[in-house]
């Protein structure tokens, strides 16, 4: 655990730099698990450290099943980040949720299916708790701060993370309706379980776009009608974080929620057991425990 706080912010779609930043400069953190998605765009808000990642890099190159999430977190980690705030656009499932809302997500259900979601390998076995998969911390200080800016968002929701690129089929969509999500997207599975996993605090804020394909009143999704919402949604987004920031600098460093602390009782492979290639790739994400 880093003894000073670091908050680190995965922008998504639209959203590929903060500005309004101090001492900024854009630097490559190199990780055992491959190339991160871009440069990390370092800064501070009022003296707090940043650390900004452009999820699909700048100029949104990389397709979510393309992302390599574990890359992007070990490297969060070794800059330093002790928690995230994930920002993502989303389809919703709700008429209420219509687009502009922001959604402070409490559950996620993992239909993804080509991705890597673990830090753990043959040679060194661990699995965290994620019954709770964000940090209600983060989450009530997003949504104090949505509210104080004027932002509509709703506090807690099922997000429905599926594989991509494609957009849902109408059958796929009424399925995941009647399954009680509320909103759908491609990027935050493993993106949260690999922060669990690396005892970082992570909060999601899906930002609604569209609403999927379900809508009887409503088009199919379609790519031009997304845009012309995230990119205000983006807007608002930066504005969520420059809020946000500074009430984060001001509270305790160690997450109360055990977030910091994910590992204490995951590690199964017994000591002599432990491949050391494997640990040597676990020394930022695991080091504390390891």
Same mark, same amino acid.
């Not at 687009?99 to 979601?117: N, S, Y």
């Given at each position: 655990?880093?003894?000073?706080?670091?908050?680190?912010? =995965? $922008?998504?779609?639209?959203?590929?730099?903060?500005?309004?930043?101090?001492?900024?400069?854009?630097?490559?953190?190199?990780?055992?698990?491959?190339?991160?998605?871009?440069?990390?765009?370092?800064?501070?808000?009022? $003296?707090?450290? #940043?650390?900004?990642?452009?999820?699909?890099?700048?100029? !949104?190159?990389?397709?979510?099943?393309?992302?390599?999430?574990?890359?992007?977190?070990?490297?969060?980690?070794?800059?330093?980040?002790?928690?995230?705030?994930?920002?993502?656009?989303?389809?919703?499932?709700?008429?209420?949720?219509?687009?502009?809302? +922001?959604?402070?997500?409490?559950?996620?259900?993992?239909?993804?299916?080509?991705?890597?979601?673990?830090?753990?390998?043959?040679?060194?076995?661990? !699995?965290?708790?994620?019954?709770?998969?964000?940090?209600?911390?983060?989450?009530?200080?997003?949504?104090?701060?949505?509210?104080?800016?004027? =932002?509509?968002? @709703?506090?807690?929701?099922?997000?429905?993370?599926?594989?991509?690129?494609? +957009?849902?089929?109408?059958?796929?969509?009424?399925?995941?309706?009647?399954?009680?999500?509320?909103?759908?997207?491609?990027?935050?599975?493993?993106?949260?379980?690999? *922060?669990?996993?690396?005892?970082?605090?992570?909060?999601?804020? *899906?930002? @609604?776009?569209?609403?999927?394909?379900?809508?009887?009143?409503?088009?199919?999704?379609?790519?031009?009608?997304?845009?012309?919402?995230?990119?205000?949604?983006?807007?608002?987004?930066?504005?969520? =974080?420059?809020?946000?920031?500074?009430?984060?600098?001001?509270?305790?460093?160690?997450?109360?929620?055990?977030?910091? !602390?994910?590992?204490?009782?995951?590690?199964?492979?017994?000591?002599?057991?432990?491949?050391?290639?494997?640990?040597?790739? #676990?020394?930022?994400?695991?080091?504390?425990?390891?």
């Amino acid at each position: 655990m880093a003894n000073s706080r670091v908050i680190g912010i =995965i $922008g998504g779609s639209g959203l590929y730099e903060i500005g309004g930043l101090a001492n900024v400069s854009w630097e490559r953190i190199d990780s055992p698990f491959g190339a991160t998605s871009d440069e990390f765009l370092f800064g501070e808000l009022g $003296g707090q450290k #940043l650390i900004f990642l452009p999820r699909h890099g700048r100029g !949104h190159k990389i397709p979510p099943s393309e992302l390599n999430f574990r890359a992007n977190i070990d490297a969060l980690k070794r800059a330093g980040v002790t928690e995230i705030i994930s920002l993502s656009a989303c389809g919703s499932f709700k008429d209420e949720l219509d687009p502009g809302t +922001f959604v402070i997500i409490d559950q996620f259900i993992d239909r993804t299916f080509a991705r890597e979601k673990s830090f753990f390998e043959t040679g060194m076995v661990a !699995h965290v708790a994620f019954g709770q998969p964000v940090c209600s911390r983060l989450g009530d200080v997003l949504e104090e701060t949505c509210k104080k800016i004027n =932002i509509k968002s @709703v506090r807690g929701g099922t997000y429905l993370a599926m594989e991509g690129p494609q +957009f849902s089929t109408l059958a796929e969509s009424r399925l995941y309706k009647e399954w009680g999500c509320d909103v759908i997207g491609m990027t935050n599975m493993p993106e949260a379980k690999l *922060a669990r996993e690396a005892e970082m605090c992570y909060a999601t804020v *899906a930002m @609604v776009t569209d609403f999927d394909c379900w809508h009887p009143e409503h088009d199919s999704v379609s790519v031009d009608s997304i845009i012309k919402v995230l990119l205000n949604n983006a807007e608002m987004g930066a504005s969520l =974080i420059k809020e946000v920031t500074p009430k984060l600098s001001k509270q305790a460093i160690l997450c109360s929620q055990g977030c910091h !602390h994910a590992l204490d009782n995951a590690l199964i492979t017994s000591p002599d057991s432990r491949d050391p290639k494997v640990i040597a790739k #676990l020394d930022a994400v695991a080091g504390r425990v390891l």
